[in-house]
C-alpha cells in the first residue's frame, strides 16, 4: 500500500476543551501568582500619581517620578542571579524559584507599608525611596515569576497559563487602583481636600493583599527544573550565568533578533506613555476618587477578564502573531478615545465608555504578548531571558512616559492622547514583519 504523502494536520481543540485548561491547577496558581505580580505596579505608578496630584504634587514632577519604574526596564541585570544564585535557608526548603519569589514578596509588603507611613505634601523623599524598594521587590518577583510560569508547563499551555497570569494580573491592577481610591475615600469621610490618613489606610490594605502571594508561593510545588551541569570555576559560572543565557537567544535568531528586539521594545508603548498621565487626568477632569473607582471596580473587572480569557483562547486557535496584531491595533485606538473624552469635561459615561474599551484592549494585548515573549525563551534560561525580553517592553516606553507630565503642561491632554495613539502606528509593521520569523532551533 502506498502511505499518503500528505501528512496529518491535527484538530484544533474543542472549545470545552480549551477552556477546560483555565481551570486546571496550574492556570489557578497561575491567577494567584498575577495577582500578586499586578499589585504593586500601579502603587508605584498610576495610583500613585493620584495621590501626589490630589497632594498637590505639578505634572511634570509627577511625569519624572515615573523614572521609578525603570527598575522593570533594568531587571535583567540581577536576572542571572536569580536564575542560578540560591538564598541561603530559603532555597533548601523552598527551591530556587519559590524562595525568589518569597523574599521579593516580603520586600514589597515591606515597602508599601513604608510608602503608606509618608505625607507626600510635607516630604516627598520618603515616599520616593519606599516606591524604589517597592519597585526592585516588584521587578525581581516578575523575574523568579515569570520563569516559574514557563517551567510549569509546556509549550500547549503556555497561552492559557499566560491568559490566567494576565487575569490575575489586571484584577490587582483594578484592586491596586479602583480599590486604593474606594478604600480612600471610605477612609476619608466626609472630609474636604486631601488627607493623608486615607491614603495611609488603602496602603496598609494593599500590603495586606500581597499576603495572598505569600500564601500561595507556600503551597505551591516547585516546577520541575533541568539539572544544570556544575560550573568549573568562576570564570565558567560567569559565563553560563550572564553570557550564555543571551548567545542563545541571539544563536538561535540570529539577524532577527534586532527585529524580534525591535518588536518587544516597542510593542506596549502606547499603553505605557498614555497611562502616568491617567490619573492626574481623572483628578483634573473633576473625577472623585469614588467615580473612578466604581467605574473601574465594575466595568474594568468585566472587560478586563472578557480580554484577557478572549485574548487566551484566540491565541491558541488562531495563532499568537494574529492576536498579537489584533491587540496592537486596538491599544492604540483606545487611546483616541480618551483624546475624545478629554475634550467633554466631567463626562461620567464617556468614562465608562473608555474605561471599558481601553481594558478590553489591553487585555486581549496583553495575553498574546506574554504568550508570545514565553514562546522565545529556552527553559534552560527561562527567568535570565524572559526578563530580557519583558525588560526591552518597558525600556523605551518608561523612559518616554517620564516627559509625560511635561508634554500635557505644554500641549494638553488631547494632544497627549492622540500622540500617545501615533506611537503605536510602526508596531503594526513590526507585527507583521516578525509574523514570518522562526528560530534556528525550537526554544523548549
Known amino acids: 500500500m502506498t502511505p499518503d504523502p500528505t501528512p496529518a494536520v491535527s484538530a484544533a481543540p474543542s472549545w470545552l476543551a480549551t477552556l477546560k485548561v483555565y481551570l486546571e491547577p496550574p492556570s489557578l496558581r497561575?491567577?494567584?501568582?498575577?495577582?500578586s505580580a499586578g499589585l504593586p505596579l500601579l502603587l508605584v505608578l498610576g495610583t500613585l500619581s493620584f495621590w501626589l496630584r490630589e497632594a498637590g504634587i505639578d505634572r511634570t514632577t509627577i511625569g519624572y517620578l515615573s523614572w521609578v519604574g525603570l527598575a522593570y526596564a533594568f531587571k535583567w541585570l540581577w536576572a542571572p542571579l536569580v536564575d542560578r544564585l540560591p538564598i541561603p535557608l530559603l532555597t533548601r526548603r523552598l527551591g530556587r524559584r519559590r524562595s525568589w519569589l518569597l523574599l521579593s514578596q516580603l520586600a514589597i509588603l515591606l515597602g508599601?507599608?513604608?510608602?503608606?507611613?509618608n505625607d507626600p505634601q510635607v516630604a516627598l523623599a520618603p515616599v520616593v525611596w519606599g516606591a524604589l524598594a517597592v519597585a526592585f521587590g516588584s521587578a525581581t518577583q516578575d523575574i523568579a515569576l515569570d520563569a516559574f510560569r514557563i517551567e510549569s508547563a509546556n509549550i500547549d499551555r503556555q497561552a492559557a497559563l499566560a491568559a490566567s497570569y494576565q487575569t490575575g494580573y489586571r484584577l490587582a491592577m483594578i484592586w491596586a487602583g479602583a480599590g486604593v481610591l474606594w478604600i480612600a475615600a471610605r477612609a476619608q469621610g466626609a472630609q474636604a481636600g486631601y488627607q493623608h490618613g486615607a491614603w495611609h489606610t488603602a496602603y496598609l490594605v494593599m500590603a495586606a493583599s500581597m499576603l495572598l502571594g505569600v500564601v500561595t508561593v507556600l503551597l505551591s510545588p516547585e516546577p520541575l527544573q533541568r539539572p544544570m551541569p556544575p560550573a568549573k570555576n568562576a570564570l565558567d559560572w560567569l559565563h553560563g550565568t550572564l553570557i550564555?543565557?543571551?548567545?542563545?537567544?541571539?544563536?538561535?535568531?540570529?539577524?532577527?533578533?534586532?527585529?524580534?528586539?525591535a518588536l518587544i521594545g516597542t510593542y506596549r508603548i502606547s499603553d505605557v506613555v498614555m497611562g502616568i498621565m491617567a490619573n492626574p487626568f481623572y483628578v483634573d477632569m473633576g473625577y472623585s476618587k469614588d467615580e473612578v473607582a466604581a467605574v473601574t471596580k465594575i466595568y474594568g473587572v468585566i472587560m478586563t477578564l472578557a480580554g484577557a480569557f478572549v485574548g487566551g483562547a484566540l491565541a491558541m486557535r488562531l495563532g499568537v502573531m494574529r492576536v498579537l496584531m489584533l491587540g496592537a491595533v486596538l491599544s492604540a485606538a483606545s487611546n483616541l478615545l480618551f483624546a475624545a473624552l478629554s475634550s467633554r469635561g466631567h463626562d461620567l459615561t464617556g468614562l465608562?465608555?473608555?474605561?471599558?474599551?481601553d481594558n478590553l484592549a489591553g487585555g486581549i494585548a496583553s495575553a498574546a504578548f506574554i504568550a508570545y515573549l514565553s514562546s522565545l525563551t529556552n527553559v534552560n534560561y527561562s527567568a535570565t531571558q524572559y526578563a530580557l525580553f519583558s525588560s526591552m517592553m518597558l525600556l523605551l516606553p518608561?523612559?518616554?512616559?517620564?516627559?509625560?507630565?511635561?508634554?500635557?503642561?505644554l500641549f494638553g491632554y488631547q494632544n497627549f492622547f492622540a500622540a500617545t495613539a501615533l506611537l503605536g502606528v510602526p508596531v503594526l509593521l513590526l507585527v507583521w514583519l516578525?509574523?514570518?520569523i522562526k528560530s534556528s532551533s525550537s526554544p523548549h
Open 244 to 261: 550564555a543565557p543571551f548567545a542563545d537567544f541571539l544563536q538561535r535568531y540570529g539577524w532577527q533578533a534586532l527585529l524580534v528586539l
Open 352 to 357: 465608562i465608555f473608555v474605561i471599558s474599551a
Open 434 to 436: 516578525a509574523s514570518g
Open 30 to 35: 497561575m491567577l494567584l501568582l498575577g495577582f
Open 398 to 409: 518608561k523612559f518616554l512616559a517620564g516627559y509625560s507630565g511635561r508634554y500635557v503642561d
Open 112 to 117: 508599601l507599608v513604608a510608602m503608606s507611613f
